[in-house]
């Protein structure tokens, strides 16, 4: 059983930055690839970056490829979603998860999930 708590969400202009944390519980969260999704309005949640257990592999969705880096720190059961170059269309709810394998990409495919962070990007 893992537990999830993101945070660091927020209001922040085009163009900035923010860092979304992932608190777990439970100390199987290292056994776990981690990843991040988010959902905005009316439309479908969607994959974000993944990475595995260990830290030394990830995966992100096109969109967001070099912009924004997803870490993690099993010492702390931590993860964390760095966002930088942020425009109006990165504006969701981010959600932390896990999974059985960081090549995962479909919601149905993640395990525990958190309750999600709110990230609005202003123009």
């Known amino acids: 059983q893992v537990q999830l708590v993101e945070s660091g969400g927020g209001l922040v202009q085009a163009g900035g930055s923010l860092r979304l944390s992932c608190a777990a519980s439970?100390?199987?969260?290292?056994?776990?690839?981690m990843g991040w999704f988010r959902q905005a309005p009316g439309k479908e949640r969607e994959f974000v970056a993944s990475?595995?257990?260990?830290?030394?592999?990830?995966s992100y969705a096109d969109s967001v490829k070099g912009r924004f880096t997803i870490s993690r720190d099993n010492a702390k059961n931590t993860g964390y979603l760095q966002m930088n170059s942020l425009n109006p269309e990165d504006t969701a709810a981010y959600y932390c998860?896990?999974?059985?394998?960081?090549?995962?990409?479909?919601?149905?495919?993640?395990?525990?999930w958190g309750q999600g962070t709110q990230v609005t990007v202003s123009s």
């Open positions: 998860t896990t999974s059985r394998s960081y090549l995962l990409r479909l919601p149905t495919e993640y395990d525990y």
């Open positions: 439970g100390r199987t969260f290292r056994r776990y690839a």
């Open positions: 990475i595995n257990w260990s830290g030394g592999s990830s």
